[in-house]
């Protein structure tokens, strides 16, 4: 037992005052009487007190020590008890649906082996639980109890996202090292190496299984302004043997292609299917089935099946008519006089060429060639004539394919350093393109008009114009299609997103979008109630690798932390208080029963 | 109505009219009266012969007597003679507690019932306070039933208080008694035992017809009022008890209180004293025409 304040103690100095008080308040009360003479032999009974004082009563013995408890619980006793804290990591990853030889999944067996190994902790073994994915994360707040925590882990759903190995180690790391919990306990189909500590119990369930899996499924036009589309696949072989993998493409439900592709063992290849005709949803499907379905389907969408809302503003509108001819485009073009900053939070992408909106766009945008000295940017310009380009970030979605030899700019403006937008493309003078993000949207901005060089004649700037519009529309993850578990920018104009499982989910336009665990096909919805379907899937050939089990890696930890000593300090001061409030009714009622008998008695 | 007291309504008066005071001695008085004297007289009571001598009266003579024996004798009879009747009051502070309780006031109540009995059968009456307030009431023996207003005029003006000493007191009352006759003393008798008993004691030794009245408070005799730690403080002596008043000490206080009237009591009955005890809760009429004769009163 402890007090938080002992100091507070100090007030028991108070008894002696009240003790005071007591003997002056309780001086008897002098009655004359006739004789004394019959009251003699009672002073034999009870007897007077030397000097006079007082016998002291009940009531006075309840004041001392109700006065003793308030003082008490002004310095909030506590008692210390002894707990058990635990951590319980459960894998919910995508690779956990993995059907074991007994056929129940990895997920299954071990959520039944740490429901068993819970059972076995005290009933009040304080015990927290997290998940691996999508990104690692508690579930809740600490449940109080075994049983608690496993209806909690019966409630918890695996995903069809990978885990995240290194954010799972570092947790483990975290968890193990932070001196919180007495142990660790760790449910996985990943073993677990490196500094693992001594309070770190895993669960593994990594049988292996033999495995086929589709590792990206992805749709590029054929050209600008091409209908067709082409489709790439990925596939791999985690069996021991070479295997011949056969994959079925459906358009929108329609068999469009089958192919056949002679698949080493642990081996992986790419498959093209070209001249893909256009459709909305795109199936690719994997035989043989295996243990392991969820790889075995790819989902992706066309780029071009939704155009990208554009908002051109600028004082030269037909700068604008190149960007129209580019398939997948939509767009409104608008003079700087015009616009207002609630254009841009309908529009995809809003382009400033030669101004500078007023306050900062609610909503990704790429300014070309902005005028100086704004407030908004604060550009720092210099002209720049005879433009070499002189270096370029890679990898980077900006110059991703982008010959910058061949691309030629002969007027522009250089870039000085800027506050918070970093230099992407920089020339001999200074920063060309530069990007950067406020407030959760992206800005580029880009010393040179790309817009009147746009087509054919100049493929170069055509590729880095496009992108610049697909890392600000997403246009790029579009192509390759969405991974479960990656979180994602809600487009303008989307109210909600339908998930694959039907589930409905209400969203705002430029947050992000954590909610793509499952994969299959999201549709996501705009005011008009026009949908537009998106891909994820999971893509993920480190996790569909089911036959070597990649060991998740525990750090060193940073410091050194003595044993901890896990104790709950449980506080008392309610039970003093109500021990207190009692008390003062047991007086109340001993004070009006002693009133009542004395009414009228007066002599 | 006359400033009598509230107890002495003309019905109850009306019914002491039937009383009279009863004495187990003859007493000399100092008149004609109801009362047989130890004197000869004139009255039907018998009491002794003697010889003739020259000049008795011729009717007196009993000729039963002279024809057996042949000798002249005289019947001698009893002189019927008013009774001389005291009253002592206790008047001292005692009497004036408990408040509540008017134990003074019944006190002179019950005195001036006994004056007006005797008054009313033609005897006289002197009633002393001892100790009290205020005019010190010394009266003379008064006579006729009229002067119980008188005695209760005077008696109005006495108030409780002082302290009384009783022995010292009765002795300094005795002395000026010149005849005997039927004495009541009332008090409280809230004392030691010994001064009760030597103070009834000097008048039964002065051949005196003594009935003690004790008067006691309806709520001092249970000790009601006394609750909790209370500082107890004597009225006459201004002795200081301090007492714990609880359920438990109160019934030992009545006992003590009760023991202490049985005392008194017993000491009376050994001496041929008649004892009552009137306590103020008790209805006055009922008491006084129940107790009579405990009060020494007959019908």
């Given at each position: 037992m402890g007090l938080l304040y002992p100091s507070a103690l100090v007030f028991f100095a108070l008894v002696p005052a009240l003790l005071i008080a007591y003997l002056v308040r309780e001086r008897p009360a002098r009655v004359m009487v006739s004789s004394v003479l019959a009251f003699?032999?009672?002073?034999?009974?009870?007897g007077e007190r030397p000097w006079g004082m007082p016998q002291l009563d009940w009531l006075f013995l309840i004041e001392v020590v109700i006065l003793s408890l308030a003082v008490l619980a002004m310095a909030q006793p506590y008692v210390v008890r002894k707990r058990k804290p635990l951590a319980v990591v459960m894998d919910?990853?995508?690779?956990?649906?993995a059907k074991t030889p007994s056929g129940s999944s990895r997920f299954e067996v071990a959520s039944t082996r740490l429901a068993a190994m819970l059972s076995a902790?005290?009933?009040d073994a304080e015990i927290s639980l997290y998940v691996t994915?999508?990104?690692?994360h508690r579930v809740g707040e600490p449940f109080d109890g075994p049983a608690r925590a496993r209806s909690a882990l019966g409630r918890v759903i695996v995903t069809d996202a990978p885990d995240q190995r290194d954010a799972v180690g570092r947790l483990l790391t975290d968890l193990a090292a932070?001196?919180?919990?007495s142990e660790v306990i760790f449910a996985s189909c990943h073993p677990v190496n490196g500094s693992?500590?001594?309070?770190v119990r895993t669960i593994t369930v990594s049988d292996p299984v033999p495995n086929y899996a589709i590792g990206s499924f992805r749709l590029r036009r054929e050209?600008?302004?091409?209908a067709a589309l082409r489709a790439r696949l990925k596939l791999a072989n985690f069996t021991s043997q070479n295997r011949t993998l056969k994959v079925v493409l459906n358009g929108d439900g329609k068999q469009l292609a089958t192919a056949d592709a002679e698949v080493e063992a642990r081996g992986v290849m790419s498959m093209e299917f070209p001249?893909?005709?256009?459709?909305?949803i795109y199936r690719a499907e994997l035989q043989p089935?295996?243990?392991?379905?969820?790889?075995n389907l790819a989902f992706a969408t066309a780029a071009a099946v939704k155009a990208v809302e554009v908002l051109f503003v600028s004082p030269?509108?037909?700068?604008a008519t190149s960007l129209s001819s580019l398939p997948g485009v939509k767009l409104r073009v608008q003079s700087p006089e015009n616009y207002?900053?609630?254009?841009?939070?309908?529009?995809?992408v809003t382009i400033f060429e030669y101004t500078v909106p007023?306050?900062?766009?609610a909503g990704n945008a790429l300014l070309v060639m902005p005028p100086a000295g704004?407030?908004?940017?604060n550009f720092a310009i210099r002209p720049a004539n005879?433009?070499?380009?002189?270096s370029w970030q890679r990898p980077d979605p900006l110059t991703d394919e982008v010959n910058f030899r061949l691309l030629e700019l002969n007027r522009g403006e250089f870039f000085d350093l800027h506050p918070w937008m970093e230099s992407i493309v920089s020339g001999n003078g200074g920063g060309l393109l530069l990007a950067g993000t406020r407030q959760g949207h992206r800005y580029v901005a880009a010393g040179f008009n790309p817009f009147p060089f746009l087509g054919k004649q100049n493929l170069p700037m055509s590729v880095l114009t496009l992108n610049m519009l697909s890392y600000l529309a997403g246009l790029g993850a579009d192509s390759v299609g969405y991974r479960t578990g990656e979180p994602w920018l809600v487009p303008a104009g989307v109210e909600k997103i339908i998930l694959p499982s039907g589930a409905s989910v209400a969203v705002k336009p430029g947050t992000l979008f954590t909610?793509?665990?499952?994969?299959g096909i999201y549709q996501l919805v705009d005011a008009s109630g026009e949908r537009r379907p998106r891909a994820t899937m999971l893509g993920d050939l480190a996790e569909s690798d089911l036959d070597l089990a990649t060991p998740v890696t525990m750090q060193v930890p940073s410091e050194k932390r003595g044993t901890p000593i896990f104790t709950a300090d449980i506080p008392l001061t309610v039970y003093v208080i109500a021990a207190m409030l009692f008390l003062a009714a047991v007086e109340g009622l001993i004070a009006y029963r002693r009133r009542r008998r004395s009414l009228g008695m007066d002599l | 109505m006359l400033g009598l007291p509230a107890e002495l309504t003309p019905e109850f008066l009306a019914r002491l009219e039937h009383l009279r005071v009863k004495t187990r001695r003859e007493y000399a008085g100092?008149?004609?009266?109801a009362h047989l004297s130890p004197k000869r007289g004139s009255s039907l009571e018998f009491s002794d012969f003697r010889h003739y001598a020259?000049?008795?009266?011729?009717?007196?003579?009993d000729w039963g007597l002279y024809g057996r024996t042949d000798k002249l004798y005289i019947k001698l009879f009893k002189e019927e003679e008013d009774l001389l009747t005291y009253i002592f009051l206790d008047a001292s502070a005692?009497?004036?507690?408990?408040?509540?309780?008017?134990k003074f006031e019944s006190a002179v109540a019950i005195a001036l019932a006994l004056a007006y009995v005797s008054l009313a059968s033609g005897d006289r009456v002197m009633i002393r306070v001892l100790a009290g307030e205020g005019e010190r009431l010394a009266t003379s023996l008064v006579y006729g039933r009229y002067r119980i207003v008188e005695l209760a005029r005077r008696l109005a003006a006495v108030k409780p208080g002082g302290q009384l000493d009783l022995v010292p007191a009765l002795v300094r009352e005795l002395v000026t008694i010149k005849r005997a006759g039927k004495v009541f003393i009332i008090s409280?008798?809230?004392?030691m035992l010994n001064s009760v008993t030597t103070g009834l004691g000097l008048f039964g030794a002065a051949a005196m017809d003594v009935t003690a009245i004790q008067v006691l408070g309806g709520r001092e005799i249970s000790g009601q009022g006394i609750d909790g730690n209370v500082e107890l403080v004597d009225a006459e002596s201004g002795e200081r008890v301090r007492v714990s008043m609880g359920s438990r000490s109160r019934q030992q206080y009545h006992e003590t209180l009760v023991r202490l009237s049985r005392e008194i009591k017993s000491f009376c009955f050994k001496r041929g004293l008649n004892y009552t005890l009137y306590t103020t809760d008790r209805g006055f009429h009922d008491f006084f025409l129940r107790a009579a004769a405990e009060l020494g009163l007959v019908h």
């Open positions: 003699r032999a009672l002073r034999g009974l009870k919910n990853s995508a690779a956990m649906q902790e005290p009933p994915a999508p990104q690692p932070s001196g919180s919990f693992v500590q001594s309070n050209g600008f302004g091409a001249q893909v005709a256009p459709a909305t089935t295996d243990d392991f379905p969820l790889d030269v509108p037909t700068d207002s900053p609630a254009d841009a939070e309908t529009a995809d007023k306050e900062l766009p704004d407030p908004v940017f005879g433009i070499q380009i002189a909610a793509a665990t499952q994969q | 100092m008149g004609k009266g020259v000049g008795d009266d011729f009717r007196y003579i005692s009497m004036a507690y408990p408040a509540g309780d008017h409280d008798y809230l004392m």
